[in-house]
């Protein structure tokens, strides 16, 4: 199977996934609501956010449109770095973790561009999935969905801790979906793996081989380039 089609099946998968679990935390939860998948440290808790890392938001209407807009243009941009990365043949690994950071973006703005079209909201109920009178807001105003919430270690932050001291620690706290599941691994198979995908490539026509093999080329070409450059006086003599 070419690498295309991997990056095309992989891409298509992760949306796949990633939108029949939003799907279903919508249209059978709503926010705050929670279910634990293995006790306290693997839970399932529906909340809703604008589409920016950390809970923050650009203000104001306009501001939300802005934010969907400039993230289409990201997407458009990895689209195009993909697509260049195959044609020029990169190495695989990097193709498929820019597929992978591809198609996390393409999952949550999938949900700005049209959850809130297609939805009633979900706060005190469960949303409707295409609601008569139209969903809870406009084209480029979703929300987008997000449910996974790992909280491992629960405790008290020390006394002596700057700011935080004898405030609740929760590790980890923030909420998320297989979307930003896939950006984040993305990037870090990129991070940690960068040195054998952007090395530098052999250059046209130059031969690859061990130092020794090249040192003796290199040495093979200089003895005929000097007997080359001998009179014919000095090579008959033996000079």
Do not use: C
Not at 24 to 50: P, Q
């Amino acid at each position: 199977m070419s690498i295309t089609k991997k990056a095309i099946l992989l891409i298509a998968g992760i949306l796949v996934i990633d939108q029949v679990i939003k799907i279903l935390v919508k249209t059978n939860m709503s926010i705050g609501e929670e279910i634990h998948v293995l006790g306290n440290w693997f839970i399932i808790h529906f909340t809703e956010n604008k589409g920016m890392a950390f809970g923050m938001d650009l203000p104001g209407d306009n501001g939300k449109s802005v934010l969907s807009i400039f993230r289409l243009l990201a997407i458009a941009g990895i689209a195009l770095y993909l697509r260049y990365l195959i044609r020029h043949r990169a190495h695989g690994g990097l193709i498929l973790s820019v597929a992978m950071i591809l198609a996390g973006a393409a999952g949550n703005i999938i949900d700005s561009l049209f959850y809130g079209m297609i939805f009633s909201d979900s706060w005190g109920r469960v949303a409707i999935l295409f609601p008569e009178g139209g969903g809870y807001a406009p084209f480029l105003h979703g929300k987008v969905v997000d449910m996974l919430y790992f909280p491992i270690i629960r405790g008290t932050w020390p006394g002596w801790f700057p700011w935080l001291g004898g405030g609740n620690l929760v590790f980890f706290r923030p909420v998320f979906n297989i979307a930003d599941s896939s950006i984040t691994i993305g990037v870090f198979i990129i991070l940690i793996w960068q040195k054998r995908f952007f090395a530098a490539e052999i250059k046209p026509g130059q031969k690859s081989g061990s130092p020794a093999e090249t040192s003796g080329q290199a040495t093979a070409g200089s003895s005929s380039d000097y007997a080359s450059a001998r009179t014919p006086d000095e090579t008959s003599s033996g000079l």
